[in-house]
């Protein structure tokens, strides 16, 4: 004689209560086995959901990681930072151009830094670069005149150690690049004041009778 089918399925449903209740006592006995049995330091935590064990320890750091607010970082617009202006010559520097040498109309053409190419003695040139150069207003319209017919001019440079020197000042255009250059005599200037690659120097004009003179100067 079959069973009827409300029975067969009344006694499925009991099977698994009762595997429920024999798998929530298992879980039971090792929790109170986890927490109450083991030394503190040893002590773990049951998950029932992922059927893992964590130290207690490990499980306060991931809870605590969970509850910490998160920092939200700003994206705040950082104001651009003005430019210091660039130091002045020094006292005793100036005296002996405006005095002991009468010149007139101090202007600073650049500030740079040495290149191993400013100082390579076989291209013997220093560079000045049009992207660089403070202004120039210290050409007046004949000299910018020769310059833009490439050629070349004589001109007394004041180094850094307060000699005069003569050297050659000219325009060179490199593609899109232009750019002035002092030649000639620069490796001297190089070799004399110990000129180094990193070394930052600053480059002034100034007229002495209407002529055009450049100094030299190391920071």
Request: with cysteine; glycine share 2%.
């Amino acid at each position: 004689m079959m069973k009827p089918l409300c029975l067969d399925i009344l006694l499925q449903v009991t099977e698994v209560d009762q595997l429920k209740l024999q798998k929530s006592r298992h879980n039971d006995y090792l929790k109170h086995f986890l927490y109450d049995t083991l030394p503190p330091n040893l002590r773990f935590k049951f998950n029932n959901r992922k059927r893992t064990l964590t130290t207690l320890e490990e499980a306060d750091d991931r809870e605590w990681e969970a509850l910490k607010p998160k920092l939200k970082i700003s994206k705040k617009q950082h104001k651009p930072v003005c430019p210091l202006p660039p130091p002045d010559l020094p006292p005793k520097f100036k005296q002996h151009i405006l005095e002991e040498m009468g010149g007139t109309g101090l202007v600073l053409v650049i500030q740079k830094t040495i290149f191993y190419s400013d100082v390579n003695p076989t291209a013997n040139r220093f560079s000045i670069p049009f992207s660089q150069v403070k202004t120039h207003d210290f050409l007046n319209e004949v000299e910018a005149k020769e310059l833009a017919h490439k050629t070349p001019m004589q001109m007394c440079l004041l180094d850094p150690s307060l000699k005069q020197t003569s050297i050659t000042f000219n325009k060179w255009v490199m593609g899109n690049t232009s750019l002035y250059v002092l030649t000639n005599t620069w490796k001297s200037v190089v070799k004399n004041n110990q000129l180094e690659k990193g070394d930052m120097v600053q480059l002034w004009s100034f007229q002495v009778n209407s002529l055009l003179c450049f100094a030299l100067f190391k920071l």
